[in-house]
């Protein structure tokens, strides 16, 4: 079974994304251009957004174990000073980038941290955060690109750890699903498969192995299995593009019902 991404890949990941992020930015015709998947902001806002992440993270990250977000983090999102001039908006950013890759570096992997997925099937440490924190970087490059025109594919291998870290991090839960037991399988064009199970003890995931002929028809099947390349998934999971764009077979209605669902407790 394929591993998981390393520790270095992943700080190799979210410096390459940022560049990409940055680039895309360089080239906008616009700062103040609406962006298309957070229609509530505008590219500079999202700017903002991204480094202000990463500043954040960087300092929950050199706080170590904490219950809550430690205050120094929340005083650096809170005095955010973000330049509007686009040049010194670019040098702020990836700053921002640097921050966040010294703390990890400095942390290592395996250090606690607090984090908003406690009851997750994701770790409160900063490999976790660093994991997380690779998609976060993506994703809104994705969103940087498609403002300015041309939007680009994940990068495959951080695309396929993107499906997992999604659903470990954001589906899992231990609150009750409303609805009558169900699982939802997602399955890589690549090759690599999970089934999302949900029921009275919450929401879980893990690794299946990938359909063939023999298997397609198994009892066992999902409600509903989605079907795409881990770039598409990862953009459909994140709500920036439709079901309809990709594959759904079994009962679509049940997708509608999983984006629907607010979990009590996470």
Same mark, same amino acid.
Request: aromatic share 8%.
């Given at each position: 079974?394929?591993?998981?991404?390393?520790?270095?890949?992943?700080?190799?990941?979210?410096?390459?994304?940022?560049?990409?992020?940055?680039?895309?930015?360089?080239?906008?015709?616009?700062?103040?251009?609406?962006?298309?998947?957070c229609p509530e902001w505008t590219l500079f806002d999202l700017v903002k957004h991204l480094g202000g992440g990463d500043r954040f993270w960087a300092a929950i990250v050199g706080a170590g174990p904490a219950d809550a977000p430690p205050a120094e983090a929340t005083a650096a999102?809170?005095?955010?000073?973000?330049?509007?001039?686009?040049?010194?908006?670019?040098?702020?950013?990836?700053?921002?980038?640097?921050?966040?890759?010294?703390?990890?570096?400095?942390?290592?992997?395996?250090?606690?941290?607090?984090?908003?997925?406690?009851?997750?099937?994701?770790?409160?440490?900063?490999?976790?955060?660093?994991?997380?924190?690779?998609?976060? *970087? !993506?994703?809104?490059?994705? @969103?940087?690109?498609?403002? =300015?025109?041309?939007?680009?594919?994940?990068?495959? $291998? &951080?695309? %396929?750890?993107?499906?997992?870290?999604?659903?470990?991090?954001?589906?899992?839960?231990?609150?009750?699903?409303?609805?009558?037991?169900?699982?939802?399988?997602?399955?890589?064009?690549?090759?690599?498969?999970?089934?999302?199970?949900?029921?009275?003890?919450?929401?879980?995931?893990?690794?299946?192995?990938?359909? *063939? !002929?023999?298997?397609?028809? @198994?009892?066992?099947?999902? =409600?509903?299995?989605?079907?795409?390349?881990?770039? $598409? &998934?990862? %953009?459909?999971?994140?709500?920036?593009?439709?079901?309809?764009?990709?594959?759904?077979?079994?009962?679509?209605?049940?997708?509608?019902?999983?984006?629907?669902?607010?979990?009590?407790?996470?």
């Amino acid at each position: 079974m394929e591993k998981n991404l390393e520790f270095p890949d992943l700080l190799r990941l979210i410096e390459e994304r940022s560049i990409a992020f940055r680039a895309a930015v360089a080239a906008a015709p616009s700062l103040d251009a609406q962006v298309p998947t957070c229609p509530e902001w505008t590219l500079f806002d999202l700017v903002k957004h991204l480094g202000g992440g990463d500043r954040f993270w960087a300092a929950i990250v050199g706080a170590g174990p904490a219950d809550a977000p430690p205050a120094e983090a929340t005083a650096a999102r809170a005095a955010l000073e973000v330049p509007r001039e686009r040049e010194a908006l670019l040098a702020w950013l990836a700053a921002s980038t640097q921050l966040l890759l010294s703390a990890l570096r400095e942390a290592g992997p395996e250090s606690g941290s607090w984090t908003w997925w406690p009851a997750s099937q994701s770790p409160q440490t900063s490999g976790g955060i660093a994991r997380h924190r690779a998609q976060e *970087t !993506a994703v809104h490059t994705y @969103d940087t690109q498609l403002t =300015g025109g041309a939007p680009q594919p994940l990068p495959v $291998e &951080l695309a %396929l750890d993107g499906v997992e870290e999604f659903l470990f991090t954001v589906c899992a839960t231990p609150s009750a699903w409303p609805h009558k037991p169900t699982a939802f399988d997602f399955h890589t064009t690549e090759g690599r498969s999970w089934r999302l199970t949900v029921d009275g003890d919450g929401a879980r995931s893990a690794r299946i192995p990938a359909p *063939t !002929a023999a298997t397609s028809g @198994d009892s066992d099947a999902a =409600g509903a299995s989605v079907h795409g390349t881990a770039s $598409e &998934l990862v %953009l459909y999971l994140y709500d920036r593009i439709p079901a309809e764009s990709l594959q759904v077979d079994g009962d679509a209605g049940l997708l509608d019902q999983l984006r629907a669902w607010e979990p009590e407790e996470k």
